[in-house]
C-alpha cells in the first residue's frame, strides 16, 4: 500500500472529521428525542396522578351522601302504590293545611337516571300559609319526594292563593316477583 499525499491526509481527516460530526448530530438528535418522550411520558404520568388524587378526594367528599342513602333508602313499591302514596300523602298534607283541592292530574310514571318517578298535578286554593306548610311537609328528601313545577298566583280574596304544582315521587320498582329489583345508580 502506497502512502497518502499530504492533500489526500487531509481529505481523510476531514472526511473522518465529518463523519465523526455526522454521527454525533445523529446521536444528540436521537437523545433529544429520547430526552422529549421521556418528558412527556412524566407529563401524562403527573396529569394522571393528579386526576387520581382528584377521584380520591371527591371519593372523601362523598361519603356523607353515602351515609345518608345508606341509612335513607328510596322505597321500594310497584308504580300503582307509589302513586297511590303520593296521592295520600298530597291530600292529607293539603287538608292539615287547610287548602282546597281545585283540580288533581295523575301524571305517567317516567324514567329518570335516578329512576323511575311518578307524579302529580295538582292545583289548590287556600291561604298562602296553607302553601308554604304544604311544600315543606310534601318535599321531603327522606321520602324522595320534590316539587318539580311551582307556580302561585294571587286570589280574588286575599291572603289566599291558586297554587299550582307538580309532585313527584321517587321509588325503585319491585320484580314481577315481588322483590326489590336492583338498585339504580346515578
Known amino acids: 500500500m502506497r502512502t497518502l499525499a499530504p492533500s489526500e491526509k487531509n481529505l481523510l481527516l476531514i472526511l473522518g472529521g465529518a463523519v465523526f460530526i ?9 437523545f433529544l428525542q429520547t430526552k422529549a418522550g421521556v418528558q412527556k411520558a412524566m407529563l401524562k404520568s403527573k396529569s394522571e396522578l393528579a ?16 351515609t345518608w342513602i345508606t341509612t335513607h333508602p328510596m322505597p321500594r313499591m310497584a308504580p300503582d302504590d307509589a302513586s297511590a302514596q303520593l296521592l295520600k300523602a298530597e291530600r292529607d298534607e293539603a287538608e292539615k293545611s287547610g287548602l282546597k283541592i281545585t283540580e288533581e292530574n295523575l301524571l305517567p310514571t ?30 321531603s328528601p327522606t321520602a324522595w319526594r320534590t316539587i318539580e313545577k311551582l307556580s302561585l298566583k294571587s286570589d280574588a280574596q286575599p291572603p289566599n292563593v291558586v297554587a299550582d304544582l307538580e309532585l313527584h315521587q321517587y321509588f325503585q320498582p ?9 338498585a339504580p345508580t346515578p
Not at 455526522?22 to 436521537?30: E, K, Q, V
Open 174 to 182: 319491585l320484580t314481577p316477583a315481588g322483590s326489590p329489583s336492583q
Open 51 to 66: 386526576s387520581d388524587r382528584s377521584w380520591v378526594n371527591v371519593g372523601s367528599a362523598l361519603k356523607p351522601a353515602d
Open 22 to 30: 455526522a454521527l454525533n448530530m445523529m446521536g444528540f438528535h436521537a
Open 110 to 139: 317516567q324514567q329518570t337516571p335516578y329512576g323511575p318517578t311518578v307524579a302529580v298535578s295538582v292545583k289548590l286554593s287556600g291561604p298562602f300559609e296553607g302553601v308554604v306548610k304544604l311544600l315543606f311537609a310534601l318535599q
